[in-house]
């Protein structure tokens, strides 16, 4: 549900032009957000804080990609591609959690991207994301 808490899962199954099955955000070109695990570390060592990922409410946090400068760049997570068509901006939600969390994320993609799902299929976690364009 839209500002419903966010539910860690094992899996999810991801529909071209749509997004994840069951996530309240279905089509547009917001189908998916992506946050890079090594950003939100760095942010939490910056900002002396602990919170887990799911504080910043992504649907997919993944290792190994940076996002500055990503946009129209296309990721394959699993079997899936995902195309980005830009950077997720923080929210006041992001000073609720932690304070001084919202402007560290401004700028630089440190609050990861947005895109959508070009493939159909099923994703789990520790599947392998890399940038094929």
Known sequence: MRNGPMDPVPSAVLRAGRGIVGNADQGGRRQVTLLAEETW?????????????SARRANLLVRGLDFRDS???????????????????????????????????????????????????????????????
């Open 41 to 53: 570390d760095a942010l939490m060592r910056d900002l002396g804080g602990s919170l887990p990922a």
């Open 71 to 133: 946009r129209g760049r296309i990721a394959r997570i699993g079997a899936c591609r995902v195309r980005v068509f830009g950077e997720t901006k923080p929210c006041t939600r992001m000073d609720q959690a932690l304070r001084g969390l919202k402007g560290a994320m401004w700028g630089e993609w440190q609050g990861g991207a947005f895109g959508e799902v070009l493939d159909d299929g099923s994703i789990v976690v520790g599947d392998a994301v890399e940038w094929i364009t």
